[in-house]
């Protein structure tokens, strides 16, 4: 079975710093992963997807993530935090032999002035 | 339509009444998934339904819930004799087949309230 943990419910950063949302995950088997973003009052939309390709994801607005599957992680960067980040994201991930995207609890980015 | 439209966007009901909650998925999406996010969890899978194969019902919490999807379109979530539990945002989404390597998109939601 499989299982996405994100550390931290709530992350905060100044405009203009890095932002660093991390999830781990667990599968016996290759998984694929997947970060989505939650404006508020707002369905949830893909920001990246890994899918056994490039290890290192690029999505939208800037944001990437990188599959280390070493360490069973994919978190989530953004070099530079934008007001307009404020949101919650949520890590997810599947596999082959199972369509359920299983979600991580997600994580609300404040972003300070 | 453009995407995936749910109806209605809030409900508040009594507890005890039933409730029905409609999600209307991207045209030609074949793969239809209902989840529920409660406060400050993650997304809980509820059922799937991918074309005119049975749908996987393995993640409804108790059989007051049920689901049905007509003509491979629209899908009504039903939820019998509701509790101040089931209380959560009901969320829908499509995709074209398979999650594994295709984007699942989602509708706004059903803010249900139970009181």
């Known amino acids: 079975a499989q299982s996405v943990t994100q550390l931290g419910s709530h992350v905060s950063v100044s405009e203009g710093a890095l932002v660093l949302l991390r999830c781990n995950y667990s599968s016996s088997v290759p998984p694929y992963l997947f970060w989505y973003v939650q404006y508020p009052n707002q369905g949830l939309q893909l920001l990246l997807k890994?899918?056994?390709?490039a290890t290192l994801v690029k999505g939208i607005n800037g944001f990437e993530a990188e599959f280390k599957k070493s360490e069973t992680s994919f978190h989530l960067t953004k070099p530079s935090a934008h007001m307009s980040d404020a949101a919650e994201y949520f890590c997810?991930?599947?596999?082959?032999?199972?369509?359920?995207?299983?979600w991580g609890a997600g994580t609300k980015l404040i972003i300070k002035p | 339509g453009a995407g995936v439209s749910q109806s209605p966007s809030n409900k508040v009901t009594e507890k005890g009444k039933d409730v029905e909650l409609r999600c209307d998925p991207i045209?030609?999406?074949?793969?239809l998934y209902w989840y529920r996010q409660s406060l400050g969890q993650g997304l809980e899978f509820l059922i799937y339904?991918?074309?005119?194969?049975?749908?996987?019902k393995s993640g409804l919490p108790s059989d007051r819930f049920s689901a049905e999807r007509t003509g491979g379109s629209v899908s009504t979530l039903t939820i019998q004799r509701t509790q101040q539990e089931d209380s959560a945002v009901y969320l829908c989404?499509?995709?074209?087949?398979?999650?594994?390597?295709?984007?699942?998109?989602f509708g706004q939601g059903t803010r249900l309230t139970v009181v």
């Open positions: 997810a991930v599947t596999t082959d032999s199972n369509y359920q995207l299983i």
């Open positions: 339904f991918q074309g005119n194969s049975a749908p996987d």
């Open positions: 890994y899918t056994s390709a």
């Open positions: 989404a499509s995709s074209k087949r398979r999650l594994r390597n295709t984007e699942a998109f």
């Open positions: 045209s030609g999406h074949t793969a």
